[in-house]
Nanobody, 116 residues
């Protein structure tokens, strides 16, 4: 079983920046992918950015390309999401995700609120 603990959310003005962190612990498989998803009330959870272990290959939602950067430190089993030029529409609960051949698991979520 893998546990995920997120941190770094908060309140920021439009145009500002935040960095989210997610630390994975437990039975971590060498080859995995981690990522960030977000959800607002009444909407489905959507992918924001993902990154693989082995190649470091990244994938971004179109809405965040050029503004958000995902990175990871494999030695620390930690994934980061640097969010720049934040917009009010980025307001959501952000969830860390881990996936390997056994399936997915999720963090508890961290609130990001962007004021206009």
């Amino acid at each position: 079983q893998v546990q995920l603990v997120e941190s770094g959310g908060g309140l920021v003005q439009a145009g500002g920046s935040l960095r989210l962190s997610c630390v994975a612990s437990g039975d971590i498989f060498s080859f995995n992918a981690m990522g960030w998803y977000r959800q607002t009330p009444g909407k489905q959870r959507e992918m924001v950015a993902t990154i693989t272990t082995r190649s470091g290959s990244t994938n971004y939602a179109d809405s965040v390309k050029g503004r958000f950067t995902i990175s990871r430190d494999n030695a620390k089993n930690t994934v980061y999401l640097q969010m720049n030029s934040l917009k009010p529409e980025d307001t959501a609960v952000y969830y860390c995700n881990y996936v390997d051949y056994r399936g997915h698991c999720w963090g508890q979520g961290t609130q990001v609120t962007v004021s206009s």
